[in-house]
């Protein structure tokens, strides 16, 4: 099985901030990697694709890049919207696994 | 608009049977790959089961391989979950999940999840 290793846990933010999330894959997953945003008890809701597609309606301050095992999340200027836990996922082969998740708080 | 709505959750005790549903409406279902992820209380997600368009592929993780059964019917733009010998450790929220286009395995759409709380 793949495993995806979420970097930082945690990080808190302010407001403008810009914000680098990362996720490696334990095995090369090509451009199979997607990232989720969920808030507290609410479903989680797509954001990227294929490393760095945006999903319609998705703001242009959420980026992706990456390639083969390490990835990353950027959000250019944190909005209060965007204070959430945020998933990776690869899609390369089955089971289809998650990262432990990024909490991101308002410092 | 689409829309995901699960239902069938519920308190079980260990070693009893859930099935759970998943009601889809606003787009062509049956040309749709599903999914069933999970999230148990405080902890993060995971992919549990993978049925495609037809249902003629199907994919599960090891943690519910031999109890679980996913299953669709195109006809009534449904997609199931049979939850057999339950255990404290599937207590967790599960959603049912769209994939975005075909043999994509990303997620576009989601529901509002269903509780399972396996308990005596």
């Known amino acids: 099985d793949i495993q995806m290793t979420q970097s930082p846990s945690s990080v808190s933010a302010s407001v403008g901030d810009r914000v680098t999330i990362t996720c490696r894959a334990s095995q090369g997953i090509s451009n199979w990697l997607a990232w989720y945003q969920q808030k507290p008890g609410k479903a989680p809701k797509r954001l990227i694709y294929?490393?760095?597609s945006l999903q319609t309606g998705v703001p242009s301050r959420f980026s992706g890049s990456g390639s083969g095992t390490d990835f990353t999340l950027t959000i250019s200027s944190l909005q209060p919207e965007d204070f959430a836990t945020y998933y990776c996922q690869q899609g390369n082969s089955f089971p289809l696994t998650f990262g432990g998740g990024t909490k991101v708080e308002i410092k | 608009e689409v829309q995901l709505v699960e239902s069938g959750g519920g308190l079980v005790q260990p070693g009893g049977s859930l099935r759970l549903s998943c009601a889809a409406s606003g787009f062509t279902f049956s040309s749709y790959e599903m999914n069933w992820v999970r999230q148990a209380p405080g902890k993060g997600l995971e992919w549990i089961s993978y049925?495609?368009?037809?249902?003629?592929?199907?994919y599960y993780a090891d943690s519910v391989k031999g109890r679980f059964t996913i299953s669709r019917d195109n006809a009534k733009n449904s997609l199931y979950l049979q939850m057999n010998s339950l255990r404290a450790e599937d207590t967790a929220v599960y959603y049912c999940?769209?994939?975005?286009?075909?043999?994509?395995?990303?997620?576009?759409?989601w529901g509002q999840g269903t509780p399972v709380t396996v308990s005596s």
């Open positions: 999940a769209r994939d975005l286009f075909g043999g994509s395995v990303y997620f576009d759409y």
């Open positions: 049925i495609d368009n037809r249902g003629s592929s199907i």
């Open positions: 294929a490393v760095s």
